[in-house]
């Protein structure tokens, strides 16, 4: 290790002159699009410290084993605090929300440990966020370093992604998406743009950095349960109101049930209180909604709700309410952070959902799982479940994306993986509705749901 240090410490100068490489600038946007700014932000390995500035931590602490580049860092960047120490070896009082290890794994000569050493300064909600070497790029990367192209290193480990999530499962940690990024590493009129941009998304496995974000592997006690608000938007549904209260069980701590009626030209909105009144041991909540869609009668209940996790239940009961205790568990354990209903794994009643809407929800399936970096099976199902906490935060940075979803699947599932929030997929047994008739226009709202798709591709995979 001390040949190592001493390496750095030779090449510390020189650092300076290589940090404006476009390679660097490239690294560090692709990192503040992943971290959100004002978190607590640690770096094992900070170099000069450039990539813990970029992403704007409310309070950013830099490590290194090398002296002078600490040095350095603390030169180029006095807001932020800089320590000496060894990646496997540095201890703290106070976790942070995100771990950056930037172009540190294929550097290291125990993964395994730092990984564990990192472990240790998290906490529950914590990120890791990470990237390394894609081997392709071996032959390439040599060549470049023999020419002057590119800073001299010492040996290094060539970890596939295989690797990479062993070692991340090892070491107590989960992995929650990955992705590739830079294609063309090198600053060229229109070729850079296009590679990168562009191409890059396309061919992944073409690109340099494989980037992974993970989180702490959850060790929930099994005693610890929370309060829940279902909210069931209802538009047309008044055959359905009673049957969904009769059939919704009671979750955890307790369980709040909130309607929320959307223009009905049925007596839904005469149902819902009748209902109400029928069942006052029930704890349910009665809203009148003021936007439109979908997306907005959940955005407006969830703004109601004060339980700790939030359900989505149609009105429809297409979902069978008895399976909502599959959700509350999985939340419960923090085997997610987010819970996705998917429909598309067991047999269907035979009037369920029609061949053309099966077509299109394996169309946005595989878009989806391609833009998230996360498996997504089922993009449409209405039983979506996450922690009340975890959707203020979505709601808080909603700007990102803007308001471009009237259905809301949309809007969550964005808005979860950009806040690198756990998915997970949870297969229920999909019913034909009994009463009344779907809100969905299949091709109308087919069209806008490729509209929003592309619209998310600019945000999410073709980004600067």
Request: aromatic fraction near 10%; proline fraction near 6%; charge should be positive.
């Amino acid at each position: 290790m001390t040949s190592r240090r001493d390496f750095y410490e030779q090449r510390a100068p020189q650092r300076v002159h290589e940090a404006g490489r476009h390679y660097h600038t490239l690294l560090n946007r692709h990192f503040a699009f992943l971290i959100p700014p004002g978190q607590r932000v640690l770096e094992i390995g900070c170099g000069l410290g450039d990539t813990l500035a970029a992403v704007k931590p409310v309070r950013g602490v830099g490590v290194d084993f090398s002296p002078a580049m600490v040095e350095l860092a603390k030169q180029r960047h006095p807001q932020l605090e800089f320590r000496v120490a060894e990646a496997g070896a540095f201890t703290s009082a106070e976790p942070f929300d995100y771990i950056i290890l930037s172009d540190l794994v294929n550097d290291l000569p125990d993964v395994q440990a730092v990984l564990e050493r990192v472990r240790a300064l998290s906490h529950p909600k914590t990120r890791l966020v990470l990237n390394f070497f894609n081997n392709l790029w071996k032959p390439i990367l040599g060549l470049a370093e023999s020419c002057g192209w590119k800073a001299p290193t010492q040996q290094q480990n060539w970890l596939s992604g295989g690797d990479m999530r062993n070692l991340l499962h090892l070491a107590g940690w989960e992995m929650v998406k990955q992705d590739t990024r830079i294609m063309w590493p090198v600053n060229t009129p229109l070729v850079e743009r296009l590679c990168n941009r562009w191409l890059g998304p396309l061919l992944r496995h073409l690109s340099l950095s494989v980037f992974m974000v993970a989180r702490p592997r959850p060790q929930v006690p099994p005693d610890r349960h929370y309060t829940c608000s279902v909210v069931i938007p209802a538009r047309n549904e008044a055959g359905n109101i009673e049957a969904a209260v009769l059939r919704t069980p009671e979750l955890g701590k307790g369980t709040e049930i909130i309607f929320i009626e959307g223009h009905s030209k049925d007596n839904t909105w005469d149902e819902i209180h009748r209902v109400a009144a029928k069942y006052p041991q029930r704890n349910i909540k009665i809203l009148k909604q003021q936007s439109k869609g979908k997306g907005g009668a959940c955005r407006e209940a969830f703004a109601a709700a004060t339980g700790d996790i939030l359900f989505i239940l149609d009105a429809d009961l297409t979902m069978p309410p008895e399976e909502l205790p599959k959700f509350y568990e999985v939340a419960r354990s923090g085997a997610a952070d987010f819970v996705n209903g998917v429909r598309l794994v067991y047999p269907m009643e035979q009037e369920a959902m029609r061949f053309l809407n099966m077509i299109g929800n394996h169309f946005f399936s595989l878009s989806f799982s391609w833009l998230l970096g996360q498996r997504i099976k089922d993009t449409l199902c209405g039983t979506k479940v996450l922690f009340r906490t975890d959707y203020e935060l979505i709601a808080a940075n909603r700007n990102y994306f803007g308001d471009f979803d009237p259905f809301g699947d949309f809007d969550l599932l964005f808005g979860a993986a950009k806040l690198n929030l756990r998915i997970l997929d949870l297969p229920i047994r999909y019913k034909a509705r009994t009463y009344g008739d779907t809100n969905i226009e299949r091709w109308k709202h087919g069209l806008l749901l490729l509209r929003m798709t592309a619209f998310a591709a600019r945000r999410m995979k073709f980004i600067r």
